[in-house]
């Protein structure tokens, strides 16, 4: 079956592991968690170290992999406004906001996919 280019830009989808979002507290301190999705991705916010998120969220890596990878700038840019809001968020407060973001788009995207089709 050919994947058609809505399927592969689609938010939901489970991404290959290379394309995954791999955790790191310092550049070459990679700490052992990485998500495939963003279930998996909202997964790992609420129990991956404090120090990886700062890290990544000051460098806007979440951003970059949602948009570029996922392919959803419409969560890419809720995590910006975080950023843009809240410059000096505590970990874990930043933590709370990016795992709210995460899942209220989560939620929207299955409301807008619907029921499978079957048949196609």
Known sequence: M????NED????RV?????GFHFYTAIGDYCG?????????????QYVCSDAIVFHFER??????????MGDAELAQSIDDIKKCERH??????????VVAVSVRILQ????????????
């Open 9 to 12: 830009r689609d938010p939901l």
């Open 33 to 45: 968690v990485s998500a495939h999705s963003l279930e998996e991705f909202a997964d790992a916010l």
């Open 89 to 98: 968020l505590a970990a874990d407060s930043c933590r709370k906001e990016l």
């Open 109 to 120: 995207l299955e409301t807008n996919r619907g029921p499978p089709v079957f048949g196609e």
């Open 15 to 19: 991404v290959p592991h290379a394309q």
């Open 60 to 69: 806007g890596d979440f951003q970059n992999w949602i948009r570029d990878v």
């Open 2 to 5: 050919v994947k058609s280019n």
